[in-house]
């Protein structure tokens, strides 16, 4: 399934309140690989920004002055997630805002353009109850180099939950890998270029394992379950 990694930046907490969104970087995932895929805007919300919004991700009125509104880019945005089931950390804020910007222009919501939305949040604390969930303490824990997040950025943390996204979810979904039909003395390869080597025992080793087996079996009184 094509997979839309989302997140927004603000000017404040609240689309209730008037806040708006202000940036939004998204990008694609397909059969498990980060295509190259990408939307990223910064948008003019046509309001102040929270000052406590701009210590988390560093944009001004002044940067965004120049650029443009939700309306102008709304048409590109619904395109890159038509169809797809889109990844977000701490869905309901980003849904809220984008809805909030939808609704103001009269268009459906953002889930009836897409197959779903997973909240990656609630799924980290169904997997680590009790601790710290949020980007980058997951980037810690599964080892996601997130260095250069100085400030919170939409695209940024796109990229580095997509990371976060692919770990978290391995073995819960196809790890990609390719199984080769074989018989006894065959290989199984793997796309990280492993490869387990089937061993068949032969007649006599075939011989002894059944013999132990009997003699566990009948030094247990016949009371083994395999």
Not at 31 to 48: A, I
Not at 115 to 143: F, S
Not at 169 to 177: A, F, K, P
Request: proline letters at 4%.
């Amino acid at each position: 399934m094509r997979k839309v990694v989302l997140d927004t930046e603000t000017t404040g907490l609240d689309p209730a309140q008037g806040h708006r969104i202000i940036e939004i970087g998204a990008l694609e995932i397909v059969n498990r690989q980060v295509t190259g895929r990408s939307f990223h805007v910064y948008l003019n919300p046509d309001r102040e920004i929270d000052a406590g919004a701009i210590a988390v991700h560093g944009l001004t009125n002044e940067f965004l002055a120049d650029k443009p509104r939700f309306p102008d880019v709304v048409d590109d945005l619904l395109a890159f997630v038509e169809a797809a089931e889109l990844v977000i950390h701490n869905a309901p804020f980003d849904m809220g805002f984008l809805n909030a910007e939808l609704r103001m222009l009269s268009r459906p919501k953002l889930e009836s353009q897409c197959v779903g939305v997973q909240d990656t949040l609630k799924m980290a604390k169904d997997l680590h109850p009790g601790q710290k969930n949020n980007l980058d303490a997951l980037c810690r824990r599964y080892e996601v180099d997130n260095s250069g997040r100085t400030y919170h950025g939409a695209l940024l943390d796109a990229q580095l939950l997509a990371e976060v996204y692919l770990a978290m979810t391995r073995g819960q979904e196809s790890l990609g890998i390719e199984t080769i039909s074989h018989n006894a003395g065959s290989s199984r390869k793997l796309k990280a270029g492993l490869a387990l080597r089937v061993l068949t025992p032969s007649e006599e080793e075939l011989g002894a394992h059944a013999d132990y087996l009997a003699a566990l079996s009948k030094e247990s009184g016949g009371a083994l379950n395999w």
